[in-house]
């Protein structure tokens, strides 16, 4: 299998009896007992999912700034699978088997009290689902959230029985991108915070290059297109996992609006998705073993048009 074959062909890992077994494990046996499991899961994908270990080994070379062993390999690994683990308990339970301290939640509040939406943008590192204690810490904030239900189906179904109000705050980033945005735009104007990631893109998305741990490497424009047509504050955020039952979220205020002009398009998204990459770099450096992106990333994409922003905006009504 390559290693540039693209993230979205590759299967699900596991299948639905095996994420069904972790699960009853987890949920009947308890945290411990399902945390025991997490060893030979993760000695089966590092032995069974070449291109994943692979690319794994490639990123924590740019990481860490050297050679990395077999055994870091399988730590980067290990701490992916304690992440979708956790997943399991924060959807049953909430925050309260886990240790989550926040950063600049303050920083968020002040935007969400304005009235008119904030989006957050997120990235494949850490725990994206740990922001989801914020709904529990303010009960008052709606959380919508884009993510594709079809990449993951088992997962996806089987957490969503654990919380099925969980899946109706979902806005599928499987169907196209204008049911997207219009789902996004009802989301902001009834005055939710509307996360999604920021750091990947899908098959037919337009990428644009940034320098990124010492490469140039892709990341996509809809983001950046979306923020730009909804006009609402931008808070990057980050579920770092810092072992254990130990989780910090950190919010960092990007943009009070993102402005692409007509006439300087490419300069200003450029500008836009280097300023995210610099961030996205500094918290890997923080947590390196929590970014979990299994493929190569820094692959050459095929080119595909640029959607019009001011399109986008007629579509969603703002």
Not at 6 to 21: D, K, N, T, V, Y
Not at 70 to 76: D, G, R
Not at 105 to 118: F, K, N, P, S, T
Not at 278 to 298: C, G, Q, S, T
Request: hydrophobic share 40%.
């Amino acid at each position: 299998m390559s290693t540039n074959e693209h993230w979205q062909s590759r299967p699900e890992g596991g299948g639905r009896f095996a994420i069904w077994l972790i699960r009853s494990i987890a949920l009947y046996g308890g945290r411990r007992l399902g945390r025991l499991c997490l060893y030979p899961i993760t000695l089966y994908f590092y032995l069974r999912r070449g291109p994943e270990r692979l690319a794994s080994r490639q990123y924590l070379e740019r990481a860490l700034g050297g050679p990395v062993s077999s055994w870091q390999v399988l730590k980067h690994i290990h701490c992916f699978a304690a992440t979708i683990l956790d997943r399991i308990f924060l959807l049953a339970h909430g925050e309260q088997p886990f240790e989550i301290e926040t950063e600049g939640l303050e920083l968020l509040d002040e935007r969400y009290a304005r009235g008119h939406g904030v989006l957050l943008f997120g990235s494949h590192q850490g725990s994206f689902e740990a922001l989801r204690a914020v709904g529990a810490r303010r009960p008052g904030m709606p959380l919508r959230v884009v993510l594709d239900k079809q990449k993951t189906p088992a997962m996806t179904e089987l957490l969503e029985e654990l919380a099925p109000e969980v899946g109706k705050c979902v806005i599928d980033a499987a169907q196209d991108g204008t049911s997207i945005a219009l789902a996004m735009a009802e989301a902001c104007r009834s005055g939710a915070l509307v996360a999604m990631l920021a750091d990947r893109g899908r098959g037919h998305e337009v990428l644009r290059r940034t320098e990124f741990l010492g490469s140039s490497a892709p990341f996509p424009i809809s983001p950046w297109l979306l923020a730009h047509t909804l006009q609402v504050p931008v808070v990057l955020c980050f579920g770092l996992y810092l072992g254990g039952n130990r989780y910090r979220l950190v919010f960092e205020p990007f943009s009070e609006r993102v402005e692409i002009p007509r006439h300087d398009r490419g300069p200003a998204l450029d500008a836009l998705i280097a300023r995210y990459a610099k961030r996205l770099e500094h918290y890997i450096h923080v947590a390196p073993y929590n970014w979990f992106n299994f493929y190569d990333f820094w692959q050459d994409a095929p080119p595909a048009a640029e959607p019009a922003a001011d399109a986008v905006r007629e579509r969603v009504g703002v």
